[in-house]
């Protein structure tokens, strides 16, 4: 049986942090194993919001790329993407945005999130988000869609979309399905959401000094003044923390206890998620270092899946193109360079 098809990705905003770790690349990982993996570099997708940096787009996607190979991704089982290579993305985008409605986007919660955050007049590109979404999934035929909770509205968009184009031109696509990820989503430092923005969060490239640092920075428990008032756990990303990554969930409950009972300070207890956090991350951390320093690699990477990736895209497109009434391209400079332009109206 053949093993069914996955696509996923991130928009290349710099360097991974935990979050990324055990909320999507470790659960990649595991899926290379299983299913027939494509994962994406949205760099298109950065521009919706982040478009005046261009110096800074390729430092982000190597970074990315070395974490995403540090913690497991196989190029040699994985296909890397990335998007802005393979002007289907593109072109497929544009098509679907004629099945869609504005009023439909305009519902989209990520939409209005980003609107107010921004407090910009929002670009056309920033509401046909999901149609591009749409678009890197439909293009493979990909039938299962690893994301968070916060991307469901756009793979719901993408199912609708995939129904209203079999509707209307013929059975072409079928609906892919979200995979939640299982993970505990991790809060960031501060205890609101982590976010590359916020400055809240270790990043897998970080040295140890810097993560032991960061953790004894944390927040904790905010009615907790002195080392023998009782303590709350839950809601203290600490021990979050310590209970997705510790070893030792034995020894973790015997710290709730004691701190529960006012009987452990938070020196101790974050010492200790500072110790667990950079074992945790040693043996990726050494990969990582080796890896960001061959750029050629990763690069190599990236292309190899992409020129792989370039072949199914086009093959979608011209089948699209079909449905559609339009002329297939291929065919189209074929008779071009050919000289023959008599036969293309057939
Ligand atoms: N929107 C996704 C995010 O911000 C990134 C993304 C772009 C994506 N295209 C995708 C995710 C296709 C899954 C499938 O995380």
């Given at each position: 049986m053949s093993r069914k098809r996955i696509l996923t990705g991130h928009r290349p905003t710099g360097p991974r942090h935990l979050g990324h770790l055990v909320g999507t690349l470790e659960t990649w990982a595991r899926l290379q194993d299983s299913h027939e993996c494509f994962f994406l570099v949205a760099d298109l997708h950065?521009?919706?919001?982040?478009?005046?940096?261009p110096d800074r787009i390729q430092d982000n996607i190597l970074n990315m790329l070395a974490d995403w190979l540090a913690a497991g991704i196989d190029p040699q089982r994985a296909t890397i993407v990335l998007q802005s290579i393979i002007p289907e993305h593109a072109q497929l985008a544009l098509l679907f945005g004629m099945l869609t409605t504005v009023a439909r986007l305009e519902r989209v919660p990520t939409y209005k999130e980003q609107v107010e955050a921004l407090g910009l007049r929002p670009s056309l590109g920033l509401l046909a988000y999901p149609v591009l979404q749409a678009a890197d999934i439909l293009l493979y035929k990909a039938e299962v869609v690893p994301v968070g909770e916060d991307q469901l509205p756009h793979i719901e968009l993408t199912r609708e979309t995939a129904r209203r184009f079999n509707q209307e031109y013929g059975q072409t696509f079928s609906e892919p399905k979200a995979l939640l990820s299982k993970a505990a989503r991790l809060p960031g430092l501060?205890?609101?959401?982590?976010h590359t923005s916020y400055d809240n969060a270790i990043y897998l490239k970080d040295t140890p000094e810097e993560t032991r640092r960061k953790v004894m920075a944390m927040y904790t428990?905010?009615?907790?003044?002195?080392?023998v008032d009782p303590g709350h756990v839950d809601g203290n990303p600490v021990f979050t923390y310590l209970e997705v990554f510790d070893a030792d969930q034995d020894e973790v409950e015997v710290l709730k206890r004691r701190y529960r009972a006012g009987q452990v300070g938070d020196v101790e207890v974050k010492g200790r998620l500072a110790e667990v956090l950079n074992v945790y991350l040693a043996p990726l951390r050494a990969r990582r270092a080796e890896l960001i320093n061959q750029p050629k690699m990763l690069m190599e990477a990236l292309f190899s899946g992409t020129v792989r990736a370039k072949f199914i895209a086009q093959q979608t497109l011209e089948e699209v193109y079909a449905r559609l009434g339009l002329l297939h391209s291929q065919s189209f400079s074929e008779k071009v360079l050919a000289n023959n332009i008599s036969g293309i109206f057939c």
């Amino acid at each position: 049986m053949s093993r069914k098809r996955i696509l996923t990705g991130h928009r290349p905003t710099g360097p991974r942090h935990l979050g990324h770790l055990v909320g999507t690349l470790e659960t990649w990982a595991r899926l290379q194993d299983s299913h027939e993996c494509f994962f994406l570099v949205a760099d298109l997708h950065i521009l919706t919001t982040d478009y005046a940096h261009p110096d800074r787009i390729q430092d982000n996607i190597l970074n990315m790329l070395a974490d995403w190979l540090a913690a497991g991704i196989d190029p040699q089982r994985a296909t890397i993407v990335l998007q802005s290579i393979i002007p289907e993305h593109a072109q497929l985008a544009l098509l679907f945005g004629m099945l869609t409605t504005v009023a439909r986007l305009e519902r989209v919660p990520t939409y209005k999130e980003q609107v107010e955050a921004l407090g910009l007049r929002p670009s056309l590109g920033l509401l046909a988000y999901p149609v591009l979404q749409a678009a890197d999934i439909l293009l493979y035929k990909a039938e299962v869609v690893p994301v968070g909770e916060d991307q469901l509205p756009h793979i719901e968009l993408t199912r609708e979309t995939a129904r209203r184009f079999n509707q209307e031109y013929g059975q072409t696509f079928s609906e892919p399905k979200a995979l939640l990820s299982k993970a505990a989503r991790l809060p960031g430092l501060d205890n609101r959401t982590m976010h590359t923005s916020y400055d809240n969060a270790i990043y897998l490239k970080d040295t140890p000094e810097e993560t032991r640092r960061k953790v004894m920075a944390m927040y904790t428990d905010p009615t907790r003044i002195h080392v023998v008032d009782p303590g709350h756990v839950d809601g203290n990303p600490v021990f979050t923390y310590l209970e997705v990554f510790d070893a030792d969930q034995d020894e973790v409950e015997v710290l709730k206890r004691r701190y529960r009972a006012g009987q452990v300070g938070d020196v101790e207890v974050k010492g200790r998620l500072a110790e667990v956090l950079n074992v945790y991350l040693a043996p990726l951390r050494a990969r990582r270092a080796e890896l960001i320093n061959q750029p050629k690699m990763l690069m190599e990477a990236l292309f190899s899946g992409t020129v792989r990736a370039k072949f199914i895209a086009q093959q979608t497109l011209e089948e699209v193109y079909a449905r559609l009434g339009l002329l297939h391209s291929q065919s189209f400079s074929e008779k071009v360079l050919a000289n023959n332009i008599s036969g293309i109206f057939c």
